[in-house]
Each structure stands twice: as structure tokens, then as C-alpha cells.
């Protein structure tokens, strides 16, 4: 590898939303899951509240300048602060003091999350019901007013975690999509143009850049055919995916990856109860990942340092033992594969 990841010390972690709605129990779960150098916890997401503690709604709490309201087809852009803007603002207030509980004297990486500006963008309707992403100026407005919000927020939690080493998460489940002109429109009967290449990586340049120049980011998406390269490109410190989602043709843009520093976070523990007999073997949760470093001919000896192992999605969807167990069964299956790389 050619330069040192800055996870060191970042062998397994979550994805971001976790079950129920008790932001005590769900900081605890986390800071829990990962004690002891095991991982990395993160502010978690609980959904379950309702709107505003969605992912969208809570991206939506953080934008500068700009606001949003709950329409039956979803979030819309606002003239003003409402009922919804205030909701999802409270939560997050709700969310920051109970991680701030467990995390009292904590050194090591901690995550949060935000959706990315192009899945906001294909999820934000406009005043008239079109998504954001058929105006190009709006898009340009909406990534400035998140990156200003980010760096607000990131610099309240380094006020509250002074010891953490705070990383930033953007969520992107739609840039796929966005790149491809797969977004549909509001009617569903026609897809919006698809984004060019560089004005995509511009935009997330310039939101991960609310990191800060020594920042550390990542980019997840649980979508197929995660645009690698661009995410590099745009300054990602790692790439966060579904593993099973992987295909030959992403293969050469991974190994380019790693040997450029960039770690992978893989997702390799299923995210729902229906897989639960799947978690018996924490050897056997990383198998494919050893024989896809074999295929692109890694050194086994980096798998350890390259890698960070995650649920294959959020747990929102689980039950809270379930939760409880995916994420310990992460960092189980993270250091069979530091003793056992080959």
C-alpha cells in the first residue's frame, strides 16, 4: 500500500440506523459493541421515531438556510423552519446527548452520518413535486447548504467527544442512479437526466470537504455498481458497500482501491433477522472476502489493516437483539479475519 490508512484501529463498525426508538439504548448498543479497540462507534439513526429521524429527514435538520416538510410523497423544501425541521432537529439533540453519555473519555474514531448531496437531492421534492435533481441550480444551492451544516455539526460534536476522532459518513444509496439517469420522476412515468460525471464529483468534493483538512470521510452505499473511482476522486478516505452486491467489474477499480489507501468497508453480516443462522460462523461471514484478495492478488498480510467489516446495511429493519448480535458478530468476524488473513 502506498500510504497509511486513517482507520488504523478500525476493524469493524455499523452502518447508522439501528431499531426502536430509545436513543439511550441504542448509544449504548453501539459504544458497547465496540469497546476495547474492537471498532468504531457512531451516532446511531433511529427511523422508527418517525419523520425526522429518517435518514432524509435528518439531513434535511442539518441544512443551512434551507428547510423541509412532510408531504404524503415524501420531503418537500420549505420557505421556513416547520413542525418537521424542528422534529428532526430535537432528535438529533436527543441522539448527540446520549452518545455523549457513553462516550466520556473516549480516544478513538467516531462516526456520523449524512446523506449524501445526490441521493438528498433525488429525495427532496421541490415546490412543485419534481425532486431537486431536475434543477441543476438547486442542486448546487442544496450541496452548499449541507456542507455549511456538516461543518457546524461535526464542530458540535467535537465539542461534546473533545477525545474522539470524528469521521464523517455520506450516505449515497441513490448516486448510482443519479449517475445512470435511473432516478424516477415524480409521476413515475419518465427518469430525469442523468448527472454529469464531474459535476457529481465536484458536489461531493465539496461536502466531504466539510470533514476539514485533516478529516477523515467515508462514502457508503448499499446500491450494485458503487462508482469506486469517483468516490476516490471526490477524496473519500474509504468506501463503504455491500459486499454480496459486488461483481467482476468492480473488482480492478477495489484492488486499485486498496493499493491506493483506501479502506474498505465491507459489507459481509447480513442487516435483518431473516439471516440469523448465518451468524454461527464468523470465519465463514469473511470467506469471500479472503478468496476475492487471492483473486485480485492482494497481499493477505493487508487484509487486516484494508479492511473494516459492517453489517451489509443499516439495522433498522432488525430486531434489537438481532442488532445487538450482527454488530458483535462484525467484530467477531474482523479479527478472525487479522488471525486468520490467508
Not at 270 to 294: E, F, I, K, N, Q
Not at 297 to 304: D, M, R
Request: with cysteine.
Amino acid at each position: 500500500m502506498s500510504e497509511k490508512s486513517k482507520f488504523s484501529g478500525c476493524p469493524a463498525t455499523g452502518i447508522g440506523s439501528m431499531p426502536g426508538g430509545d436513543a439511550r439504548e441504542a448509544a449504548k448498543t453501539v459504544t458497547g459493541s465496540f469497546a476495547d479497540g474492537q471498532g468504531m462507534p457512531y451516532l446511531a439513526e433511529l427511523p422508527a421515531r418517525g419523520p425526522g429521524a429518517d435518514m432524509i429527514g435528518r439531513s434535511v435538520g442539518l441544512l443551512v438556510e434551507m428547510y423541509g416538510h412532510v408531504e404524503p410523497s415524501g420531503w418537500r423544501i420549505s420557505d421556513r423552519p416547520g413542525r418537521d425541521t424542528r422534529r428532526a432537529r430535537s432528535w438529533l439533540g436527543e441522539d448527540l446527548d446520549a452518545l455523549e453519555e457513553f462516550t466520556q473519555g473516549y480516544g478513538g474514531l467516531l462516526k456520523v452520518q449524512a446523506v449524501g448531496p445526490w441521493t438528498l437531492a433525488a429525495a427532496l421534492e421541490l415546490r412543485g413535486g419534481e425532486a431537486m435533481l431536475a434543477d441543476a441550480g438547486a442542486c448546487r444551492d442544496l450541496a452548499g447548504s449541507l456542507a455549511e451544516g456538516l461543518r457546524a455539526h461535526l464542530a458540535e460534536v467535537r465539542r461534546r467527544m473533545p477525545g474522539a476522532n470524528v469521521v464523517l459518513q455520506l450516505d449515497e444509496p441513490s448516486l448510482t442512479a443519479v449517475l445512470l439517469g435511473r432516478v424516477r420522476s415524480a409521476s413515475g412515468y419518465r427518469t430525469y437526466r442523468a448527472v454529469d460525471r464531474q459535476v457529481v464529483e465536484s458536489a461531493l468534493r465539496d461536502v466531504l470537504a466539510a470533514a476539514g483538512e485533516d478529516g477523515t470521510t467515508l462514502v457508503h452505499s448499499c446500491a450494485p455498481e458503487v462508482p469506486v473511482a469517483l468516490l476516490r476522486r471526490a477524496g473519500a478516505d474509504g468506501i463503504s458497500l455491500d459486499f454480496s452486491l459486488l461483481t467482476e467489474r468492480e473488482e480492478e477499480a477495489i484492488g486499485e482501491a486498496v493499493e491506493g489507501g483506501t479502506q474498505l468497508f465491507l459489507g459481509v453480516v447480513p442487516s435483518t433477522d431473516a439471516a440469523t443462522g448465518a451468524l454461527s460462523d464468523p470465519g465463514g461471514s469473511v470467506m469471500g472476502v479472503r478468496t476475492l484478495w487471492r483473486r485480485l492478488g492482494l497481499n493477505p498480510g493487508t487484509l487486516a489493516e484494508s479492511v473494516t467489516i459492517t453489517p451489509s446495511c443499516g439495522l433498522a429493519g432488525a430486531s434489537p437483539a438481532y442488532a445487538r448480535t450482527a454488530l458483535a458478530h462484525s467484530a467477531r468476524a474482523a479479527r478472525s479475519l487479522a488471525d486468520n488473513p490467508e
